[in-house]
């Protein structure tokens, strides 16, 4: 059976070949196996070794410094670390977070449960190109504003937020600001101290790493206090309790440290891909672009068709891997909510589609991609 062409980056990335070797010399007891907490050893100290590496690749990636990268398992548990953590250990400072509705659902359902728990929450409304402005944002900012949280890339459309212009709000204000960068690393340059950025969450399974490990950003200032979610052992100085999967995290440092490489590289692919996969659907009629192509990484395009439902399209896609938009909410039949967010209708965010590229798409792929589409689109309007 012929693999389908894979237009589904932004849900998981396939492992980088050259990260896969890496993870696999610290598997088995050939290689650097051990528990990097065992200090009496020396087989324990390389683990350390390893882990501690890949903690600066991490950190080189965002312009960092090592001891402010803290492991997590993934994106979802850095956000969940970042704005439960930072709310509860500073309610005493004030209990107000400004986040906006097109956040990932590991950001949206955290800032949901912290309403839950008594601290207010300002919902922004984001323009139709997927982004809040700092004038928006500076309208919502209150006394008692503690923390703001603004994902860097957008996952279902691609938008990517003026993350410096931003950070001068929050900071004007007072507050604390948080950063999705689950999307970002790799696709767009990220300096924390340039932007302003005080805590960010990445994964490594976004840039060509392995699935269950991630880090946050967290900015070493007496200013920024976290509470641990996960406790036993007072692992990463006390904020992320649990044994290192060493073998997963030097798989997230190579992943970092190929995409510091090959970023402006994989930026050129991206723009290509997007340019010919758009060219290759120029002659059909009823297709919108919910993305703001000139605001956006060019490795993410949502497209709306008329006279369609999105789902039908997927079914009728077979040779292609595709989703309707986040990958965490895909077994939702409702349209949306980042699209209905924006401002697109109900008709026309059933009837769209997020298609994402990246460093293996080829050509061919892409060919195939837009042959497939509009063979589908005529059959189901037909």
């Known amino acids: 059976m012929t693999s389908p062409v894979y237009l589904d980056y932004a849900a998981t990335t396939p492992v980088d070949p050259r990260v896969a070797e890496v993870m696999a010399r610290h598997l088995t007891l050939d290689g650097v196996y051990a528990n990097p907490a065992s200090r009496s050893h020396m087989p324990g100290w390389l683990a350390e070794q390893a882990v501690e590496s890949a903690r600066r690749q991490v950190a080189d990636l965002i312009a960092a410094d090592p001891r402010e990268i803290v492991w997590t398992s993934g994106a979802t548990e850095a956000d969940n670390l970042a704005l439960t953590g930072f709310m509860r250990a500073n309610r005493a400072r004030g209990r107000h977070l400004v986040t906006s509705r097109i956040e990932h659902k590991a950001v949206v359902d955290t800032a949901l449960a912290l309403e839950a728990e008594g601290f207010d929450v300002t919902w922004l409304t984001p323009g139709a190109d997927g982004r809040v402005t700092p004038t928006q944002l500076n309208d919502a900012m209150r006394e008692d504003t503690i923390l703001v ?3 860097a890339v957008n996952n279902e459309l691609g938008s990517i937020h003026e993350l410096a212009a931003l950070a001068e709000v929050v900071h004007a204000a007072g507050a604390v600001f948080h950063v999705d960068a689950a999307q970002a690393t790799g696709k767009i340059a990220l300096d924390v101290n340039a932007m302003g950025i005080d ?6 399974h976004k840039t060509y790493g392995p699935k269950g490990v991630g880090a946050l950003y967290v900015r070493r200032s007496p200013d920024i206090r976290i509470e641990a979610l996960i406790h036993g052992g007072g692992h990463e ?3 992320r309790s649990g044994t290192l999967p060493t ?4 798989g997230m440092g190579e992943a970092f440290s190929l995409a510091a490489d090959a970023q402006e590289a994989d930026h050129t692919h991206g723009l290509a891909m997007r340019q010919r996969f758009l060219d290759g659907l120029a002659a059909c009629e009823g297709v919108h672009c919910n993305t703001a192509l000139d605001v956006s990484v060019p490795m993410i395009v949502n497209l709306a068709f008329d006279d369609v439902d999105g789902e039908s399209l997927l ?4 040779a292609l891997a595709v989703s309707t938009g986040s990958a965490c909410n895909s077994a939702s039949v409702e349209p949306s909510y980042v699209l209905k967010a924006i ?4 008709i026309r965010a059933l009837a769209s589609i997020r298609f994402s590229f990246g460093r293996f798409t080829t050509e061919a ?3 195939t991609a837009s042959a497939e589409l509009r063979h589908a689109l005529g059959a189901l309007r037909q």
């Open 149 to 151: 949280s603004l994902m």
């Open 199 to 204: 805590l960010m969450s990445m994964s490594a």
């Open 237 to 239: 100085r006390g904020m």
């Open 247 to 250: 073998h997963q995290i030097a």
């Open 315 to 318: 079914m009728a896609l077979r």
């Open 343 to 346: 401002g697109t209708d109900r």
């Open 365 to 367: 792929d892409i060919d």
